[in-house]
T-cell receptor
Framework: KAGVTQTPRYLIKTRGQQVTLSCSPI?????VSWYQQTPGQGLQFLFE???????NKGNFPGRFSGRQFSNSRSEMNVSTLELGDSALYLC?????????????FGPGTRLLVL | QQQVKQSPQSLIVQKGGISIINCAYE??????FPWYQQFPGKGPALLIA?????SEKKEGRFTISFNKSAKQFSLHIMDSQPGDSATYFC?????????????FGEGTQLTVNP
């Protein structure tokens, strides 16, 4: 079974631009979560989608948004980029929302904002 | 109250030694405690996880010890190998109420010297 895939792997943007990152979960997984990883703040939860609906949201400004498609693929968008948005953005998929479950992480998209 | 505190920040052990990483949490609603291993350039991968109804779980060389009353849990890596050199994250979740949302510790960079 193919793992979680994220595209692009690397991205360079300038302040004020917007960016869209893509995540394809493991086949059959319907829950997709997004995390931001930085040296200073560590791994922080952004949001979770299940069946095309946002189920959970972390403490990030409204510039961070996401969506999930009917095939469970997910995208996250960051508008009006700031220098502090430079980070590794990780996507994780799991087979279901509740109960004991394993989250499988993708390799991440490394975003650099100049 | 959502935080998970992890220590030490970095750890150096000799090959064959025991690596011990500790985590503490405040929120008693947490009911799922996984440990993740992350290599450079990769996403975190689940190593082992425990529910609070057991005090210890062992999988190969990896053991989680869980102390519910102290709100602490730890990862023990027996017979540590150079290939175990990675960053380790503890995490916590409220499975039934917060879906897939994981709250991560700050991470421990483990170096195993040959």
């Amino acid at each position: 079974k193919a793992g979680v895939t994220q595209t692009p792997r690397y991205l360079i943007k300038t302040r004020g631009q917007q960016v869209t990152l893509s995540c394809s979960p493991i086949s059959g997984h319907r829950s997709v979560s997004w995390y931001q990883q930085t040296p200073g703040q560590g791994l922080q939860f952004l949001f979770e989608y299940f069946s095309e609906t946002q189920r959970n949201k972390g403490n990030f400004p409204g510039r961070f948004s996401g969506r999930q498609f009917s095939n469970s693929r997910s995208e996250m968008n960051v508008s009006t980029l700031e220098l502090g948005d430079s980070a590794l953005y990780l996507c994780a998929s799991s087979p279901r929302v509740s109960g004991t479950k394993t989250q499988y992480f993708g390799p991440g998209t490394r975003l650099l904002v100049l | 109250q959502q935080q998970v505190k992890q220590s030490p920040q970095s750890l150096i052990v000799q090959k064959g030694g025991i690596s011990i990483i500790n985590c503490a949490y405040e929120n008693t609603a947490f009911d799922y405690f996984p440990w993740y291993q992350q290599f450079p350039g990769k996403g975190p991968a689940l190593l082992i996880a425990i529910r609070p109804d057991v005090s210890e779980k062992k999988e190969g060389r990896f053991t989680i010890s869980f102390n519910k009353s102290a709100k602490q849990f730890s990862l023990h890596i027996m017979d540590s190998q150079p290939g175990d050199s990675a960053t380790y994250f503890c995490a916590a979740s409220m499975l039934e109420t917060s879906g897939s949302r994981l709250t991560f510790g700050e991470g421990t960079q483990l170096t195993v010297n040959p």
